[in-house]
């Protein structure tokens, strides 16, 4: 095996076991091919090692914690129970309030309820009889 | 994990989760970055964004996958906000030019290249790479994330998922063949000729 061919395998990407063994029996001859098998090959085939970042400092729980829990105001839940107590009481007072104004109105009409007869003058002339002059006028006239 | 008491907004369950993942959140944005301050702001933005939108995440669905997606997320709008920073390096720049320096004579060749240098040349290689081949190898070599797992934090399907990962790494070979010749291949040529 030369160097081209050598290298042409490197480039396919995974070398057969049969390969291998020619590889590594190239590489212990040319140091060359061994440093591009090393850095074509294994940086990307080991990747997970190389690529290993560091540590998160020790304190890093602990500051996302505050972070996360500073930029999120705490909302106090209320249980299911006190909503729907509160909600009957909200409608039984509207009620309640409801039918003392109705009341103190009834009241009031009945007291009252002179004030709001409107009696009609004595020379009203109403639709109806304007209409029954008016046709006897005509009936008059032609006769 | 207790998603029950999650969902209804514990805050020691909460801290819990942050306790037992933020680790993997951390190293996961630290391979996006590669910068310690902008993992540690990507991993406090995760949780806030976890702890507001946990009472809509399914109670059958892997949380630590969840977290994953949104540090995927964040890490690239991060990336896309300073773009300026983190993808002007180019393979051949400065950053290697203590590597290039350090050009090896023929024979001590595979014992110069460190693993902190093949890091650098990785790490700009991946630069190199479509968004979504990068993410998908980041993944693949982050806390041994199967196929599926990664699929799930890309919302794609697994076959998608593979046929990235495979041409990630062949773009990758490419990427770093060509660093190899543009700074190895005269030694090559050299011993070539003291051959000849």
């Known amino acids: 095996m030369n160097c081209n061919e050598f290298r042409l395998i490197i480039d396919q990407g995974q070398p057969d076991s049969t390969m291998a063994t020619m590889l590594q029996q190239h590489m212990a001859d040319c140091p060359q091919c061994s440093l591009y098998y090393k850095m074509v090959f294994e940086t990307i085939e080991k990747a997970d090692q190389l690529l290993i970042s560091e540590e998160p400092s020790t304190d890093l729980a602990a500051s996302i914690g505050d972070f996360v829990f500073n930029a999120v105001p705490e909302v106090r839940v209320v249980p299911m129970w006190v909503k729907i107590t509160t909600a009957a009481a909200a409608v039984v007072f509207g009620l309640l309030i409801g039918s003392a104004v109705y009341q103190s109105r009834t009241v009031n009409s009945t007291t009252n309820n002179d004030l709001f007869v409107a009696e009609a003058p004595a020379d009203t002339i109403y639709m109806a009889e304007t209409t029954e002059i008016m046709y006897l006028s005509f009936m008059s006239e032609n006769e | ?196």
């Open chain 2, 1 to 196: 994990m207790d998603v029950a008491s999650l969902r209804k907004g514990d805050r020691k369950a909460f801290q819990y989760l942050i306790d037992t993942t933020h680790r993997d959140v951390y190293r996961l944005a630290f391979k996006f970055t590669s910068n310690a301050d902008d993992a540690r702001d990507i991993s406090q933005e995760v949780y806030l964004e976890a702890f507001r939108n946990i009472h809509g995440f399914r109670e059958d669905a892997n949380i630590k996958t969840w977290l994953y997606r949104i540090t995927v997320n964040r890490s690239l709008n991060l990336i896309k906000k300073n773009k300026s920073k983190f993808m002007s390096v180019s393979i051949d720049d400065s950053e290697t030019s203590a590597f290039q320096i350090s050009a090896p004579s023929t024979h001590e060749a595979d014992s110069v290249v460190e693993n902190k240098e093949l890091k650098k040349i990785l790490q700009t290689a991946l630069n190199t790479l479509p968004e979504n081949q990068r993410i998908a190898f980041l993944l693949f070599n982050h806390d041994g994330m199967s196929y599926a797992e990664i699929a799930e934090v890309m919302s794609l399907s697994l076959s998608s998922v593979e046929s990235l990962i495979f041409r990630s790494k062949a773009n990758l070979r490419k990427e770093l063949a060509d660093f190899y010749q543009n700074n190895y291949g005269h030694a090559q040529v050299l011993k070539n000729s003291a051959v000849k």
